[in-house]
Nanobody
């Protein structure tokens, strides 16, 4: 497993932007798939976006399509989630997750075996 500290959460007004970061501790992201997930109170964990480190291939969940962008910085060994046009319904704990790369880039959080502790994003109306 990989330790995945996240950063960048906070309080923002509706329409604002935030960028979350995830940098592995003790290992690199090479040969891994990395996902951003979120969980709001009383709801299940859902995929926001995922990225295959080796070739940069990305997928988005319904919540992330169009407003959020997942990206990587090879030199910093960091994955970002750029969130724009934030809405109150985006309020949730956001988690970085990783797994050894497979053929299929997964949206299912149960397929990921390394998780960060989460960073809170709160969007005020």
């Amino acid at each position: 497993q990989v330790q995945l500290p996240e950063s960048g959460g906070g309080l923002v007004q509706a329409g604002g932007s935030l960028r979350l970061s995830c940098t592995p501790s003790g290992r690199t992201f090479s040969d891994h798939d990395i996902g951003w997930f979120r969980q709001a109170p009383g709801r299940g964990r859902e995929v926001v976006a995922a990225l295959r480190w080796n070739d940069g291939f990305t997928i988005y969940g319904d919540s992330g399509e169009g407003r959020f962008t997942i990206s990587r910085d090879n030199a910093k060994d960091t994955v970002y989630l750029q969130m724009s046009s934030l809405r109150p319904e985006d309020t949730a704990a956001y988690y970085c997750a990783a797994r050894r790369a497979r053929w299929i880039l997964q949206r299912d959080p149960n397929k990921y075996d390394s998780w960060g502790q989460g960073t809170q994003v709160t969007v005020s109306s």
